[in-house]
């Protein structure tokens, strides 16, 4: 059984940077494609961003493209997101995923985490 722990989220100010991480347990994390989605106050949950196996493809939703960067780091079992020039509507949940079949970037995943809350003041 696969386990996703997040963390690193907490408040910050407008424009500043944030990394934030999901350490995988229970299997060998190298079988896994990766994902963040989040969701903001009165939301619907949305994909953020994804990254393959291997680590050589990546996907990013429109409103994080050339903000956020998507890494994994294999000898870990974690992935990373770096989060940059933050705005307030990017307040949110942070949710990481995971998925040994990765049939579509945006999902499904079959396993999730409990999120981690990053909250960008004005």
């Known amino acids: 059984q696969v386990q996703l722990e997040e963390s690193g989220g907490t408040l910050v100010q407008d424009g500043v940077s944030l990394n934030i991480s999901c350490a995988v347990s229970g299997e060998t994390f190298s079988k896994y494609a990766m994902a963040w989605f989040r969701q903001g106050p009165g939301k619907e949950r949305e994909f953020v961003a994804a990254i393959s196996w291997s680590g050589d493809r990546s996907y990013y939703a429109d409103s994080v493209k050339g903000r956020f960067i998507i890494s994994r780091v294999d000898s870990k079992s974690t992935v990373h997101l770096q989060m940059n020039s933050l705005k307030p509507e990017d307040t949110a949940v942070y949710y990481c995923?995971?998925?040994?079949?990765?049939?579509?970037?945006?999902?499904?995943?079959?396993?999730w985490g409990q999120g981690t809350l990053v909250t960008v003041a004005s």
């Open positions: 995923a995971a998925d040994p079949l990765w049939t579509d970037y945006a999902g499904p995943y079959a396993y």
